[in-house]
């Protein structure tokens, strides 16, 4: 480590020295002070350092969230370590790929991950040993995490700096196979000050972690309320009646949601009476219609809402509140710079809508594995983002479109690429061809709408298809409607007219 680094486990040691008594990590019925989180990092990260566990390699996680998967993120931290969190929603197949695509020493896998875990191991060598995390029975070739934990001082700590990879984070797939974006422990140490600065942040603070602990959204906000000297408060898996009870009990201020979980904790609050008391509620961020969010607003009247962009490669470039300028994404965050450029990478024009680029120092380090993609997206010094969007006179981004190549769709948070699920449809005998598109969609946000042509003579139940989709991919990138047609828009070079099927189809359900 050199004179001006500063890691995450920097940030874990600080706040065992200052708030040594003030509670860092709840779960359940675990309560860990600040001194008390340190104590277990230090333990898993000596453990880990005996199993062999060098800079740089990999530790595999699929687990709902625990105490255990945040101590793993600290011992990771101090030894540089990176984790790889997988996405739980994944089929098998996609969970297989994210492990050979980043082929960690060690897995770790929670109770209803177990039976899966089980059977990868047979097929993947790479993997050195596999680990039962969150309790539960442990298949026979597995090891619990807690045996793991060493208070032997033998193994030296790596002298570490600030650009050690931290985290692996599988995006969606934009050309048919998720890429893994690595970031830095610097990246999520900025990526912290810049959201503690916009939420002001500070050690009486308590997030209610709610969203899954592999999701950038889940994992950048319970970071930023760490290195704030705050509480983070572990639910396993989303439950509206337990997290209502979690804000009362613990007086949660920060919450980070996607639609359609703001209305889902509505419905129970006023059925539940009005009760528990939501009046420490300060900040909220997610994703969701203006009605929910006004709706909320009279129940928790204090509560403020931030919008900004952000994506799992760079979080956040730009944020504020939504009162400020509603409608807007913000403006540039504190320690980003940033531009629109066109195709030609010349910047336009405020007013003009262009590419939304980034300088700062929480742009990742580049996809895993991927030397040509990371080239392309920091073409001419920037991160391009893929998105397009306009400067106003007063600063404030407006977002405006994904760009035709990184075209997305986002039901409930998650992101889904329409060429994926394309490539899937397209492997069913019945079908051929298909253009998946978003339509709005009152309770997810946005929904997979896909339209298609099928084969002379033969035929197809809607319902069969989608399910044949559930059954390859993850079933939050199955379509919700599928429309049959006997033919698809072309454009002069005969490929499929996405614009014009938006046209035809793109408002209907």
């Not at 059977?119 to 993947?124: G, V």
């Not at 700096?161 to 995006?171: A, E, L, N, P, Y």
């Not at 799992?312 to 531009?339: D, H, I, Q, W, Y």
Request: proline share 6%; charged share 25%; glycine share 10%.
């Amino acid at each position: 480590m050199s004179l001006r680094d500063f890691t995450v486990y920097d940030v874990i040691c600080r706040n065992a020295q200052i708030y040594p008594h003030q509670e860092a990590l709840v779960f359940r019925n675990v309560r860990l002070t600040h001194k008390q989180f340190k104590e277990n990092c230090d333990r898993l990260a000596t453990g880990l350092l005996a199993a062999g566990i060098q800079v740089g390699d990999r530790l595999g996680v699929i687990a709902q969230n625990c105490d255990e998967f945040m101590i793993l993120y600290g011992a990771a931290s101090k030894i540089g370590a990176i984790v790889l969190p997988i996405n739980w929603r994944f089929q098998p197949d996609e969970v297989e790929f994210v492990l050979n695509d980043c082929t960690p020493k060690l897995v770790f896998a929670g109770p209803e991950y177990r039976p899966m875990a089980e059977e990868l191991s047979r097929k993947l060598n790479f993997v050195e040993r596999w680990y039962a995390l969150g309790g539960g029975d442990i298949p026979s070739g597995f090891r619990t995490l807690g045996s793991l934990y060493s208070d032997s001082g033998g193994c030296p700590v790596p002298d570490l700096s600030s650009d050690t990879g931290f985290v692996i984070i599988h995006t969606a797939a934009v050309a048919g196979r998720p890429r893994g974006a690595l970031l830095s422990q610097s990246n999520i140490v900025h990526c912290s000050l810049q959201m503690i600065e916009s939420n002001g942040l500070g050690p009486e603070d308590c997030f209610i972690c709610l969203l899954p602990l592999f999701h950038i959204a889940a994992l950048s906000m319970a970071m930023a309320v760490m290195q704030a000297g705050g509480k983070n408060v572990i639910v396993e898996r989303f439950d509206p009646e337990l997290v209502l009870d979690l804000i009362g009990k613990e007086k949660g201020t920060t919450l980070v949601h996607f639609a359609p979980i703001l209305q889902m904790l509505m419905d129970k609050y006023e059925e539940k009476g009005r009760s528990p008391d939501l009046s420490s509620i300060r900040n909220v961020g997610g994703l969701d219609s203006p009605e929910n969010i006004f709706r909320f607003k009279d129940l928790v009247p204090q509560a403020r809402f931030w919008t900004g962009f952000a994506q799992t490669e760079a979080m956040p470039v730009t944020g504020g509140f939504m009162e400020e300028r509603p409608g807007s994404a913000g403006r540039p965050s504190l320690l980003a710079k940033v531009a629109l450029f066109d195709d030609y990478d010349h910047e336009v024009p405020v007013g003009t809508p262009g590419e939304i680029c980034v300088r700062s120092p929480v742009v990742f380090l580049g996809y895993w594995g991927l030397a040509e993609e990371t080239a392309y997206t920091f073409r001419n010094g920037w991160h391009h983002t893929g998105d397009i969007g306009r400067f106003d006179e007063d600063g404030y981004l407006w977002y405006v479109k994904r760009k035709a190549e990184k075209e997305l769709i986002k039901p409930g948070g998650e992101n889904v690429y329409p060429i994926e699920v394309e490539k899937t449809i397209l492997t069913h005998e019945a079908v051929t061809e298909v253009c998946v598109i978003g339509v709005p969609d009152k309770e997810w946000g946005e929904a997979v709408k896909a339209v298609c042509v099928i084969k002379t003579g033969e035929s197809l139940e809607t319902q069969d298809l989608i399910e044949f989709v559930a059954s390859k991919i993850a079933r939050y990138k199955k379509p919700k409607f599928v429309v049959l047609v006997d033919s698809l828009p072309k454009t002069p070079e005969g490929t499929i007219d996405r614009d014009q099927v938006k046209k035809e189809h793109g408002g209907k359900y």
